[in-house]
């Protein structure tokens, strides 16, 4: 049994992790690398041979850099069974067509037709089966298990158990999400896990984070300046979104603005209540009622300044229409090429980086690690120089293994096997 990491390891987007056992191989996630140059850097080192031998694919949630390469394996010839909640099948969909027609519009080359997203073949793993040993219809002596991840309606991790051997796909995930559950993995012999590394070696706690949004905020309201929130349409943004309308319900001069499309979205977030906190849910109903929505072609006509929340194409959408206001954008996540263009060319934009944990921080991972108990952890989602950072905090615990794209690894055994690229022709 190994895994090959056709992307996400070594580096932050386009997860995608094959997983092989004697005869039979399953995917989990096909995602993109957002801020990739070329297309061999945005999209993960999925071929036709390797698309041959995938006998059915997982997926964790439904944000691009884990579902927008999926159109990839359609056409590149595969025809099985996609896995995933309700939840992400109907934000997958959604996102995958909201970045082929981005893709396009930017002029930027897109491996696949459209109608290769029309052939990809979803089933529902339902809730009811969630913390429970369900058995692969694919392959023989193959269970999986998941449950809810924290990251966005819908996520979840996966331990595939396979011949008494497990590993464990943690996906994103967040302890530390306000307004999206987690349930914890069951206490199992994890042969090998797959951990989100995003903020692997952050010791800043949430707290820390809100307290520098917050600053960040009330700095630019002073100097007379738009802020806008660059975010998914499903996850972080309605947290973010819950704790500006928090941090500024007494201040009656702020204006509080949602895209009508961010705001869609969030109606259905709200309505998925088997994932939500129930108390912070009932609280950002309230937040919300102060919220004015409206499509972003028509903030132009909102007086300066107000904080808005929209997706990041929406933004360029926005930046583009106006040229003159003063205006900060925030991303808690990494810098889009698109925004840092436009940033340079306008005086007016100033684009920052400000982070918000909807990744494990060191502590979360050490938590984490100390559930599974697993022989050997590869963290993934960040780049290595971060995760060499937090080794020594944690390899006391389990081994500790750095994996590039290409790399693959072989399951369990402290002994293990690194090969470079095509490894799986």
């Given at each position: 049994m190994k895994v090959t990491f056709l992307g996400g390891a070594g580096e932050y987007g386009r997860s995608c992790f094959l997983l092989q056992f004697e005869k039979q191989t399953i995917l989990i996630d096909a995602g993109v690398m957002k801020s990739g140059m070329t297309t061999d850097e945005t999209?993960?080192?999925?071929?036709?041979?390797?698309?041959?031998?995938?006998?059915?694919?997982?997926?964790?949630?439904?944000?691009?850099d884990?579902?927008?390469?999926?159109?990839?394996?359609?056409?590149?010839?595969?025809?099985?069974?996609?896995?995933?909640?309700?939840?992400?099948?109907?934000?997958?969909?959604?996102?995958?067509?909201?970045?082929?027609?981005?893709?396009?519009?930017?002029?930027?080359?897109?491996?696949?037709?459209?109608?290769?997203?029309?052939?990809?073949?979803?089933?529902?793993?339902?809730?009811?089966?969630?913390?429970?040993?369900?058995?692969?219809?694919?392959?023989?002596?193959?269970?999986?298990?998941?449950g809810m991840s924290g990251h966005t309606v819908g996520s979840v991790w996966y331990v595939f158990r396979f011949q008494s051997k497990h590993v464990f796909f943690s996906g994103d995930y967040s302890y530390e999400s306000?307004?999206?559950?987690?349930?914890?993995?069951?206490?199992?012999?994890?042969?090998?896990?797959?951990?989100?590394?995003?903020?692997?070696?952050?010791?800043?706690?949430?707290?820390?984070?809100?307290?520098?949004?917050?600053?960040?905020?009330q700095k630019a309201m002073q100097q007379k300046t738009t802020v806008i929130f660059q975010g998914p349409l499903s996850g972080k943004t309605q947290d973010l979104m819950k704790f500006i309308g928090e941090a500024f319900k007494k201040e009656v001069a702020v204006r509080l603005v949602v895209d009508q499309e961010l705001m869609n979205h969030t109606n259905v977030l709200m309505g998925n209540t088997e994932w939500l906190r129930p108390e912070s849910a009932e609280n950002m109903k309230r937040v919300l009622s102060d919220f004015r929505v409206t499509n972003v072609d028509q903030w132009i006509e909102i007086p300066d300044p107000f904080i808005g929340f929209c997706s990041e194409e929406q933004i360029i959408t926005w930046l583009n229409q106006q040229h003159h206001t003063p205006v900060t954008v925030i991303t808690t996540g990494p810098k889009q090429k698109e925004i840092i263009a436009l940033s340079q060319k306008l005086d007016s934009v100033s684009y920052q980086q400000v982070r918000y944990k909807v990744h494990p921080s060191l502590y979360e991972s050490k938590q984490m690690i100390k559930k599974l108990h697993p022989q050997i952890t590869v963290f993934t989602h960040g780049l290595n120089k971060q995760i060499k950072a937090m080794r020594k905090a944690i390899d006391n615990v389990t081994k500790i293994k750095l994996m590039n794209t290409g790399d693959t690894i072989t399951v369990p055994s402290f002994e293990h096997n690194i090969r470079k690229n095509n490894q799986c022709n």
């Open positions: 999209y993960p080192m999925l071929t036709e041979a390797i698309v041959k031998k995938i006998d059915a694919v997982f997926i964790t949630h439904a944000h691009e884990h579902v927008a390469a999926l159109p990839m394996l359609a056409k590149l010839g595969y025809k099985g069974n996609i896995y995933a909640t309700t939840e992400t099948i109907n934000q997958a969909i959604q996102t995958i067509e909201k970045w082929t027609d981005f893709q396009k519009q930017t002029q930027q080359v897109v491996p696949y037709e459209r109608h290769h997203i029309n052939d990809l073949r979803f089933v529902t793993i339902t809730k009811d089966s969630r913390k429970t040993w369900n058995p692969s219809r694919e392959i023989d002596n193959l269970d999986y298990m998941f306000d307004l999206l559950m987690i349930e914890e993995p069951p206490n199992l012999s994890i042969d090998l896990a797959i951990l989100d590394g995003a903020y692997a070696d952050s010791t800043h706690s949430q707290a820390d984070n809100l307290h520098t949004i917050r600053t960040t905020v």
